[in-house]
């Protein structure tokens, strides 16, 4: 046994019960000087509220006028996501930065006694429930209960007293907690984009013990450092941790914000998803208003007569899109400035254009546009004279545009000759769907009408069954075609642009007069949510 358990046991509690009473002064000073730190803090912090309000945006009077894009989030989805809170939250302990923690008692017989905990960092860590509810027009509340979480680290300590030599030891630890978790979590516009806000943190320990290494060290000792150290540490965990789920709450913003500008944006073609107001906190919902103003070059876009209005999404889904008609109209004209609106064919494809069918009509015009020359030394040019005109409608989404079609042949041995040329003004009505992580578009109905038409052959009474062969041919098979280019490249932009990180259910995509919804449900493959928080730190 060491020297310090050889002293009586009841000299040890007398010459500690001596010191109560200048204990209890030292711990009322101890309390003035926080309570003079928390006022401190609270003018720093009024003064911060007073520069982040200065700070925050400012909107219209009438903000859903120019409302381009709407994104709502249910309860539902709330409650889905509040299943990955757990992550979050161990994430949160795990990333957290523990400072050392240092201190110095004087006790009777004892002398001082200094102490260091050194080297804090999460060993273990378990939730057993975690719940959410959406505070109308407040916060997003999250109540995480039964946080069981171990903390291992060094304890130094050492002491000097009259009689004692002056000694220094240092023994591992393990501190086991049982916290409760509230976060309050606020949604504001800063920089003109969602911010989550989510400073209203709060721990209240139910259990925290502090195990010495094997528990070899004397028993007071023990004692001594638990009552010592409880209150620092408590403290330190709660700015600590609270301070890092505040940061992960606005790195998960700026994701979101991030994945939807970059799903927005195509090279040099992009949307302003600055909001148009602040964000929504309802009972049931949260929702978020955005300008959606086209961005290319020099192109100007403006808008003011959004028709949205909060009763045109409903509540039974877990994510809802709306877009305005005039969103689709100014993307539309970008890609006609910046010549996307162009396609060539040739060869193979060119040949199933105009064999569809095998009639002395259509032999015919393949022997006469073609004058004998292969598919392969063909090519049919496609493009957009003028920027397609797109209308919302609840049968789908009605496209009408001016096109031109030119047909050049490449006679080998001699120069390349244009032996068709049409304009024709086509309307068609399109229904997009979305399954198996493919965008489907189908043509439901469509309308040509021929503007120009100019053919080097001589057509003579042949012109009528040829130009109704090549309508029908545009209609049949050329527009589908065109169609079928579009849907990879899109299908493409949405999968790259982060959607893999969701598993997207029962997707619908609804028109309707003027605008358009995509409303859906989705989930998170296993440990998704982890996986991004790691690669994150």
Request: proline share 3%; charged share 20%; glycine share 4%.
């Amino acid at each position: 046994m060491s020297c310090f358990e050889q002293a009586p046991l009841g000299g040890m509690k007398a010459a500690l019960a001596g010191q109560e009473s200048v204990t209890s002064q030292r711990s009322l000073l101890h309390l003035r000087m926080l309570w003079a730190g928390r006022m401190r803090l609270g003018t720093v912090g009024i003064l911060l509220a007073l520069v982040h309000t200065a700070a925050a945006c400012e909107f219209g009077p009438v903000p859903y006028r120019v409302t381009g894009i709407v994104c709502r989030m249910t309860k539902p989805a709330a409650l889905l996501l509040n299943q990955e809170t757990a992550q979050v939250i161990q994430a949160a302990f795990r990333n957290a930065k523990f400072p050392n923690i240092t201190g110095e008692r004087s006790v009777r017989l004892l002398g001082k006694v200094a102490y260091g905990l050194s080297n804090i960092q999460v060993n273990d860590l378990s939730i057993e429930q975690s719940e959410v509810e959406l505070k109308e027009n407040d916060a997003i509340d999250i109540a995480i209960k039964n946080v069981t979480a171990f903390f291992k680290g060094t304890l130094t300590y050492g002491y000097a007293g009259a009689w004692f030599l002056q000694l220094s030891h240092s023994v591992d630890f393990e501190i086991e907690s049982s916290i409760d978790l509230q976060i309050n979590i606020k949604l504001m516009c800063q920089e003109e984009q969602v911010a989550a806000d989510a400073s209203d943190c709060y721990l209240s320990f139910h259990k925290l013990t502090l195990h010495l290494q094997g528990d070899k060290e004397p028993g007071w000792l023990k004692q001594l450092f638990t009552d010592f150290i409880s209150f620092t540490l408590k403290f330190v965990l709660k700015r600590e941790v609270c301070k890092e789920i505040n940061f992960l709450a606005q790195v998960l913003a700026n994701f979101v914000h991030d994945l939807a500008a970059n799903f927005v944006r195509d090279e040099d073609i992009g949307l302003d998803i600055s909001l148009a107001s602040d964000p929504l906190i309802k009972a049931n919902y949260l929702e978020s208003h955005h300008k959606g103003l086209v961005m290319y070059k020099n192109y100007s876009d403006v808008f003011s007569d959004s028709v949205y209005s909060p009763s045109l999404l409903t509540e039974s889904r877990m994510l809802y899109f709306w877009l305005s008609e005039h969103i689709l109209n100014s993307l539309a004209s970008a890609a006609f400035l910046d010549e996307r609106l162009v396609m060539t064919i040739s060869g193979k494809k060119l040949q199933e254009l105009f064999e569809i069918e095998d009639t002395e009509v259509q032999q015919k015009a393949v022997q006469l546009i073609f004058q004998g020359t292969s598919y392969n030394d063909s090519v049919a040019k496609v493009w957009s004279l003028t920027h397609p005109e797109i209308s919302l409608q609840p049968e789908g989404t009605v496209v009408k545009s001016l096109v031109a079609v030119e047909i050049n042949i490449f006679p080998p041995g001699e120069e390349s000759l244009m032996v068709l040329y049409m304009e024709k003004e086509i309307t068609v009505t399109i229904q997009a769907a979305y399954a198996e992580k493919k965008l489907i578009l189908r043509p439901s109905d469509s309308r040509t009408e021929f503007k120009v038409f100019k053919c080097t052959a001589d057509l003579s009474e042949d012109d009528q069954s040829i130009r109704n062969f090549l309508q029908k041919m545009i209609s049949v098979v050329g527009i589908p075609e065109v169609i079928s280019r579009i849907e990879p490249a899109l299908t493409s932009l949405m999968n790259s642009k982060g959607l893999h990180l969701f598993e997207i259910r029962n997707p619908e995509i609804i028109t309707r007069k003027g605008y358009l919804i995509v409303q859906l449900d989705f989930s998170f493959p296993n440990h998704l949510l982890l996986d991004f928080l790691q690669k994150r730190f």
